[in-house]
């Protein structure tokens, strides 16, 4: 440690924020991203696209909650399109309702229009 740094503490050591981890066996992270298990069926996303559907109001929130799911330079590994990380996905919906719990589309609605009145 020089002059004028800050001394590091204990979960200092090793810490890199910018750390990149893929190849390093972190499951979820790099290339080999997410896990198809680990999101909830076609049939649950299916309601809650209908629901969405049927209020027109809500379309510019939707749209605009999904933009920042999606991964940054989501172009640059596979599967080579702008969809939301499976275990992001996996990780908001388990701390939200626990990972033996299963939403319903009209929890969906109501946090989209909890975004929609605070932005």
Known sequence: MGHGEPPSSPGDAGHH???TFSGMGVSGVGPNRGDPGMTHDAAFWFHCFSAIA???HLWFTALRQIARAVPTRWWT???FAPIPDPTYI?????TAYGSH???RADDV???LEWCRAAA
Do not use: D, G
């Open 17 to 19: 924020r910018h750390a």
């Open 54 to 56: 049927r209020r027109p």
């Open 77 to 79: 590994r596979p599967p």
């Open 90 to 94: 996996r990780f908001r919906l388990e």
């Open 101 to 103: 719990s299963m939403p």
């Open 109 to 111: 609605v109501r946090y």
